[in-house]
C-alpha cells in the first residue's frame, strides 16, 4: 500500500488536465461543427463524443493502473490483434467516403488504424528496450523493425488511408532515431525515400494525385479538387484575431467546410475563435509536447524513455500534419486532430496513449 499511496502522490495532474481541456474544446467544437442555424440545433454526435470521452477515460486510466514495465509481455500479442482488425477490414469492413477503414462490430464502429499507431510504439518499444550497439543501429540492422510496421502501412494504403500510413511512418522514424539509429543511416534512408518517390506517384489513387497537384498550385481547379483546401483557408483566415463568435462561422454554418467535425475541426475553431484562440490551442499541444519530453528524460530506463518518445511522435506529427493540411501548407491528408476531432476509435486509442504518458511520470519514483 505504501506504493500506491506514493503512486498516488506523484499522479500526474497536469497531464490529465491538458487532456480533459482539449476534449472539452473538442466537443464544443464538433457541437458548433454540426450546429445547423435553421433547425437551431445540433446532431448527437458533440454527445457521443462525450460517451467515449467517458469510454476513453476508463481506458486511460487502466493505462495507468498496469505498471509500463510489464506492458513488454503484451506489445506483441496487441500488434497481433491490431494485425489481424486490419486484415479483417479488406474482407468485411464498412465502406464510406470511398475507404473501406471500419469494423461494424454492433455496439460501436471500430477503426483499427486508429490502434496502430499504439501497436507499432508498443512493439518497437519492446524491441528496442535493450541498448543499441555502440556505433548505433545501422540500416542493415532495420530489417526486423521493418518487419513491425510495413504489414500496418500497406494495410491502411489499401483502405485507402495515405494520412494514417505517412503518420505510422513518421513514428516509426521517430522511434528509431530515439532508439540509436545512426545519422548517416537515417540520411541514406531518407535519400532513398527521395529517390523513390517519382515511383510511389503511380501507386497513388488519382484522388490523391490531385491533392499533390493543388497543394502545389492551388488554383488549378478552384471549383473541384482544390475547393475544400481553399475554403478551409478562407474559414481559417476570416477568423481574424479575435474569431467571429461561437455558432457563428460563416464558412462552417454554410457547409463550404469538408468533414468540419473530423479532419478540418481546427478551420472551424479558427473561424469562430480567431487567431488568439488557435495560438492558445496549439499552446495547450506544445506544453503536452514539453512535459513528454520532460518525461523522457526522467524516465529511469529505456524502456519508459522509448514508449513515451513513441506516444510524443503520435501527438506531434498528426497535429503538425493536421494544421498544415487544413492552413494549405501540405496536401490534404485524413489526419483527425488528437483529442479534438470526433471520433470514437482516435478519442479512445490518444487517452490511453496519456495514460501511458502518465504512468511512466507517475513511476519514475518506484526505483
Known amino acids: ?14 497531464l490529465l488536465g491538458l487532456a480533459i481541456g482539449l476534449v472539452l474544446l473538442g466537443i464544443l467544437t464538433i457541437y458548433s461543427a454540426t450546429y445547423s442555424v435553421t433547425e437551431k440545433q445540433a446532431s448527437g454526435l458533440a454527445t457521443k463524443q462525450f460517451y467515449w470521452f467517458i469510454v476513453g477515460m476508463v481506458a486511460m486510466l487502466g493505462a495507468v493502473t498496469v505498471d509500463y514495465h510489464h506492458l513488454d509481455r503484451l506489445a506483441y500479442p496487441f500488434y497481433g490483434v491490431v494485425l489481424f482488425l486490419l486484415l479483417l477490414v479488406l474482407f468485411i469492413g464498412s465502406v464510406g467516403g470511398g475507404s473501406q477503414r471500419w469494423l461494424n462490430l454492433g455496439f460501436f464502429i471500430l477503426q483499427p488504424s486508429e490502434p496502430a499507431k499504439l501497436a507499432i510504439v508498443l512493439a518497437l518499444t519492446k524491441y528496442l528496450q535493450y541498448d543499441e550497439p555502440p556505433d548505433g543501429y545501422r540500416l542493415r540492422d532495420l530489417w526486423a523493425p521493418f518487419l513491425f510496421v510495413a504489414p500496418l502501412i500497406l494495410l491502411t494504403l489499401v483502405q485507402p488511408d495515405l494520412g494514417t500510413a505517412i503518420v505510422l511512418s513518421l513514428i516509426f522514424m521517430s522511434i528509431m532515431l530515439m532508439g540509436g539509429l545512426r545519422l548517416r543511416s537515417f540520411l541514406y534512408l531518407a535519400a532513398t525515400g527521395v529517390v523513390l518517390m517519382p515511383i510511389a506517384w503511380h501507386f497513388l489513387k488519382s484522388y490523391q494525385q490531385k491533392r499533390i497537384l493543388i497543394f502545389l498550385n492551388p488554383d488549378l481547379d478552384p471549383l473541384g479538387a482544390g475547393y475544400h483546401v481553399i475554403q478551409s483557408k478562407i474559414a481559417v483566415g476570416s477568423g481574424r484575431l479575435l474569431g467571429k463568435g461561437y ?39 506544445f506544453t503536452l509536447i514539453v512535459l513528454s519530453l520532460r518525461v523522457v528524460a526522467r524516465a529511469k530506463d529505456r524502456f519508459g524513455s522509448l514508449l513515451v518518445f513513441g506516444v510524443l511522435a503520435i501527438f506531434f506529427w498528426q497535429v503538425t500534419i ?10 490534404v491528408v485524413g489526419i483527425p486532430l488528437p483529442l479534438l476531432s470526433y471520433g470514437g476509435s482516435s478519442m479512445v486509442s490518444m487517452m490511453v496513449a496519456v495514460g501511458l504518458l502518465m504512468n511512466v511520470s507517475m513511476r519514475r519514483f518506484t526505483f
Not at 1 to 14: E, G, K
Not at 322 to 331: D, F, H, K, S, W
Open 1 to 14: 500500500m505504501q506504493i500506491d499511496r506514493r503512486l498516488a502522490s506523484h499522479f500526474d495532474w497536469t
Open 322 to 331: 493536421n494544421v498544415a493540411m487544413v492552413t494549405g501548407l501540405m496536401p
Open 247 to 285: 455558432l457563428h462561422g460563416t464558412q462552417n454554418q454554410l457547409d463550404f467546410l469538408p468533414a468540419q467535425h473530423t479532419d478540418f475541426i481546427f478551420s472551424v475553431f479558427a473561424e469562430e475563435w480567431g487567431l488568439l484562440s488557435c495560438l492558445f490551442l496549439l499552446g495547450l499541444y
